[in-house]
Nanobody
Framework: QSQLVESGGGLVQSGGSLRLSCAAS????????IGWFRQAPGKEREGVSC??????????ADSVKGRFTISRDNAENTTTVYLQMNNLRPEDTGVYHC???????????????????????WGEGTLVTVSP
């Protein structure tokens, strides 16, 4: 079964770093733009970062600019996208989901309104907790 699996979440102190991975199982991400979204308790979903299928276009929420970096391997049949998170803050706490959008423009994967269609994928998420 094809799916996206996130990993790398955990508990970290304010100012610390984590690196999240979004791994595709059963398919390659070659023609997919990728987005990272986060959901905190009591808050609306937020589009955190996005990257185009070739990696040349990236986007970030204002709240994470300068602290988070999204990247992907541009080799053929790539299966993993990363989100490096530095200088973490308590307000970064939440469940982080990655999503793969078939042939979608990069910025569409930064929109909190994104909803996966029949050719898209949505991961179960990984929990990030940042303590004060």
């Amino acid at each position: 079964q094809s799916q996206l699996v996130e990993s790398g979440g955990g508990l970290v102190q304010s100012g610390g770093s984590l690196r999240l991975s979004c791994a595709a199982s059963g398919f390659s991400l070659d023609y997919y733009a990728i987005g990272w979204f986060r959901q905190a308790p009591g808050k609306e979903r937020e589009g955190v970062s996005c990257i185009g299928h070739r990696g040349g276009i990236t986007g970030y929420a204002d709240s994470v600019k300068g602290r988070f970096t999204i990247s992907r391997d541009n080799a053929e049949n790539t299966t993993t996208v990363y989100l490096q998170m530095n200088n973490l803050r308590p307000e970064d706490t939440g469940v982080y989901h990655c999503a793969a959008g078939w042939a979608r423009p990069a910025q569409a994967m930064c929109a909190p309104s994104f909803r996966p269609g029949p050719k898209d994928y949505w991961g179960e998420g990984t929990l990030v907790t940042v303590s004060p």
